[in-house]
């Protein structure tokens, strides 16, 4: 990939969606089925790349939590190339009917969904996200153009190469799938400005680089949100499940956007649960910024401040409050979060239904772990993002979400007078 603009390399994403939206189902799956056996027969190539990025990042003292998602390890690699077979295993989105009617005049309506055309998607650290997005675009029909940040160029260029060799040995143009990293903020600058060529822009990573897609760009935008993620303790939260869930939430990844950020215990269950919590929590490596109550009841807690209600850690470090009542508990929620997801423990069957009535949140849960939220998870086999706002989706994106839909009208000769 030589081109000396990031211009031609849309308008090529372009002309190959035309191409990928006429892909039949079979031919699809096909060409992820090649793309995931490229990603195993060439994983040495891929850690090898992975390497030079997580070392670059480590010199500069990137951090811990962005070199866990900068790293690709050959077990990482092998779950890429099964999510991809997952993604092509999944039902087609395209030209699944959603609704339709018939006229009085007879003529007959059907609506179905198809392929939005050129996917952008400007991420930073996350080489993952390069193959789940290219899988999930290229399955729903879409052609997608990346821009995957400096901390992985090295990753996603061997990543975006090994992507597009396949494609070619199958038949399907490599042109579907586009890199604009080496053209670095000019390339960034060019998907947002990609007006007539870029239908739907992606960001994730940090709340900055979100920020200055979403009051940048002039395509659409899907946001997908930050994660200060809560985890409320009700009075009747059992011993097991508040420990079990609130460390499993925060250490089995903390890097990530649904790990717990802030925990909530009711009054009435404080004596019993912080200490419990705040031990189990501790002996994972957790420092724990908490209020005056919590400080009371544990050793080692760092006084929590204004700014710990607020903060998307992603770190072994969680904040820790005290609250009256679910009332508080709702309102400290609706006053922090960045409405990514939220859980209650409780056995209080209707505090848990009035918890997920009252929480507006993209996910929110009763009884589980933060971490479920994940397009993984929920069965899409991958996800493009966590989208925490309303227009045109919300929560995990998978495939139908990279559609948009048309009217199909058939007539037989009838005029409107």
Known sequence: MTDQTPQVRLERAKEASRATA?????????????????????????????????????????????IDRLLLDEKRVSALASAV??????????????????????????????????????????PNVTVDIAALALRSGNAVVLRGGS??????????AVMREALEAS??????????????????RALMHGRGFIDVLVPRGSAGL??????????????????????????????????????NAKVQRPSVCNAVETVLVHRQAAP????????ALQSEGVAIHGDDI???????????????????????????????????AIAHIRRY???????????????????????????????????????????????VGISTQKLHTRGPMGLSELTSTKWLARGAGQTRG
Do not use: C
């Open 22 to 66: 006429a892909l039949t189902s079979d031919d699809k799956a096909r060409a992820l089925e090649a793309i995931a056996v490229a990603l195993e027969q060439n994983a040495a190539r891929i850690v090898e790349a992975n390497g030079l990025d997580v070392s670059r990042g480590r010199d500069g003292g990137i951090g811990e939590s962005l």
């Open 85 to 126: 077979r997952e993604v092509a295993a999944l039902p087609d989105p395209v030209g699944r009917v959603v609704g339709g009617h018939r006229m009085p005049n007879g003529v007959s309506l059907e609506q179905i969904r198809v392929p939005f055309g050129v996917v952008g998607a400007i991420y930073e650290a996350r």
């Open 151 to 160: 901390a992985a160029l090295e990753s996603n260029t061997v990543l975006v």
């Open 171 to 188: 038949g399907v143009t490599a042109e579907a799938v586009q890199t604009v990293d080496d053209f670095g903020r000019d390339g960034a």
């Open 210 to 247: 979100i920020e200055t897609v979403v009051t940048e760009s002039t395509v659409p935008v899907i946001e997908t949100g930050a994660g200060n993620v809560h985890i409320v303790l009700d009075e009747t939260a059992p011993d097991d499940w508040a420990r079990d869930i609130v460390v």
């Open 272 to 279: 019993r649960l912080v200490p419990l919590v705040a031990s």
């Open 294 to 328: 919590v400080a009371g009841m544990v050793s080692n807690v760092i006084p929590a401040t204004e700014e710990d209600w607020e903060t998307e850690y992603l770190s072994l470090d969680i904040a820790m409050k005290v609250v009256d009542s679910l009332d508080e």
């Open 337 to 383: 979060s960045t409405g990514h997801t939220e859980s209650i423990i409780t056995t209080d069957a209707r505090n848990a239904e009035r918890f997920l009535a009252e929480v507006d949140s993209a996910v929110v849960m009763a009884n589980a772990s933060t971490r479920f939220t994940d397009g993984g998870e929920f069965g899409f086999g991958a996800e």
